[in-house]
Structures are given as structure tokens and as C-alpha cells.
């Protein structure tokens, strides 16, 4: 029986969310681990009062309802990217297996835990470059938080212009690497629980601006809570985090 069914969902996520980005290695079995919620502005606040309001996530019209005949697996969303040019991309779930759960909050920073068994495959969320990958895991436990965290991952800039990385993978697959171009959905490697992951089977999955492309770890490994888009995409839904994203950029200014 696969490990996070084995534990109750609770204690799976406490174990697994408290070490992705733990500075001091894994905490004593009494620590209570510390989340950080995903921040309600006075804009999404306004729009859930107001249903017939504009979708400010949405970065173009909203896309008709996917009908239950499972045709939207194969639709398209439009996008625009950082700059302004429209895209037409589609979105999927980013691991290809019917027993997966995650959370909308994470510790520490904003990015999601996609709890799934060791081995099931990691697939791209849209078409577009691969920006970074690892092929080796050279965590140390209780080491300072860094760009090692992660153990082997994958970092693909999609054709919407916005970065998305996963990592803790067991494996990368054969011919992912840097400056390859990948179709949404394509194989990038495999679930796994390399760097800091707590021994517990998961992907770790942030979503950023591409900023440095490269190197920038404190943003790649996530600026923005994925849980909303996930959800959309688990359901064959398009919802896009294009705007989501230039809005944090615009805000930050590409600083974590």
C-alpha cells in the first residue's frame, strides 16, 4: 500500500511539508509544522462576492466550460505572456496517476506538494524549453536552504512565458535536458523523494516568472500558490496562472 495511504493525509503533508524547505534537517516528532496561507487580496475578495466579475487570474476571456464528454483534454487555453504577445497553450496536471493528492498551503514560501508513489511519471504542464534540470542529488541533511533542495528536478519555461519547476523527481527521463523543447504532457522524469523530501514520495511543483532563467532558486521553486491552477487542470479544466504571475512580477520585481 503506497506510503501516504498508509498515514492519514494529515500527517503525510505535516511530515513531507515540513522538510521541503527545512534549514535545520528534519524536526523533532512533536514539532508542529508551520504553514504560511494562501493571502486573500481585497481584488479576490471583490470577485467572490461578485460572481459575474472578471476572473483576475484569467489572462485572457474565459474559456467555455469543459463539456462532460472529456473533449477538453485536448482544448487549448489562450495566454498571454510576460510580453503581451498571445499565446494558445494547453495545460495539464503535472503527474499522470489516478492516486494523487495535495495542499494549498506550503511551508515557508508558495508551491505545492503533490503527494503520488515513488516511480509514477511527471509530465510537462504545457509546451515549451526546458530552462534547468538535475541529475544529481547532492543534498545534505540539515544544510541551509538551497538550490540542492530539491535533488534531481526539471524547470521548463512554458510558451504562456511562465516558469515551471519540479523536483524530488527519482528520475529525469532520457533526452530531457537543458534547451529541449517538450509538448504539454510529455514524460520529464518520475516521482520520487531525493533532496529534501523527508523520505516521503512527492513533487514538489512551483510556479514563477523565468527572471535569471537560471540560477534563480529562491524564485523557482515557487512565488505564486499553484493549488487553484491544479485544480482546473485535474479536472481537463485551462485555467492559466499567466496573470497571476506578471502581477507578483510587477509587485516584486523578481525578488523572493
Same mark, same amino acid.
Given at each position: ?8 493525509? *494529515?500527517?503525510? *503533508? ?27 487580496? =481585497? ?9 459575474? =466579475? ?5 489572462? =485572457? ?23 503581451? =504577445? ?51 542529488d547532492v543534498y545534505v541533511k540539515g544544510s541551509p536552504d538551497g538550490p540542492n533542495n530539491g535533488g534531481l528536478s526539471v524547470s521548463l519555461l512554458g510558451d504562456d512565458g511562465v516558469r515551471y519547476y519540479g523536483s524530488h523527481l527519482s528520475k529525469v527521463q532520457s533526452g530531457i535536458t537543458k534547451g529541449v523543447r517538450v509538448t504539454a504532457g510529455q514524460l520529464l522524469g518520475k ?38 491552477? *491544479? ?26
Open positions: 500500500m503506497p506510503l501516504f495511504r498508509a498515514l492519514s493525509g *494529515l500527517t503525510v *503533508l505535516a511530515v513531507c511539508l515540513a522538510g521541503c524547505g527545512s534549514v535545520t534537517g528534519s524536526p523533532p516528532a512533536t514539532a508542529t509544522p508551520q504553514f504560511i496561507e494562501p493571502e486573500v487580496t =481585497a481584488s479576490a475578495s471583490a470577485a467572490a462576492a461578485a460572481p459575474t =466579475a472578471a476572473d483576475p487570474t484569467a489572462a =485572457a476571456p474565459p474559456t467555455p466550460a469543459a463539456p462532460s464528454s472529456g473533449a477538453a483534454a485536448t482544448s487549448a487555453a489562450p495566454a498571454t505572456t510576460a510580453a503581451g =504577445a498571445p499565446k494558445t497553450v494547453k495545460y495539464v496536471f503535472p503527474v499522470k496517476a489516478s492516486n494523487v493528492d495535495y495542499h494549498p498551503t506550503h511551508s515557508k514560501y508558495p508551491a505545492t506538494d503533490i503527494f503520488a508513489d515513488c516511480g509514477e511519471p511527471v509530465v510537462a504542464t504545457t509546451s515549451g524549453v526546458v530552462l534547468e534540470i538535475s541529475l544529481k516521482v520520487g523523494h531525493t533532496g529534501n523530501a523527508n523520505g516521503v514520495c512527492h513533487l514538489h511543483y512551483g510556479i514563477s516568472p523565468p527572471c535569471a532563467k537560471v540560477g534563480d532558486w529562491k524564485v523557482r521553486r515557487g512565488v505564486i500558490w499553484p493549488a487553484t491552477f *491544479l485544480d482546473s487542470w485535474r479536472k481537463k479544466g485551462q485555467k492559466s496562472p499567466v496573470a497571476t504571475v506578471a502581477a507578483w512580477n510587477r509587485s516584486h520585481n523578481c525578488k523572493a
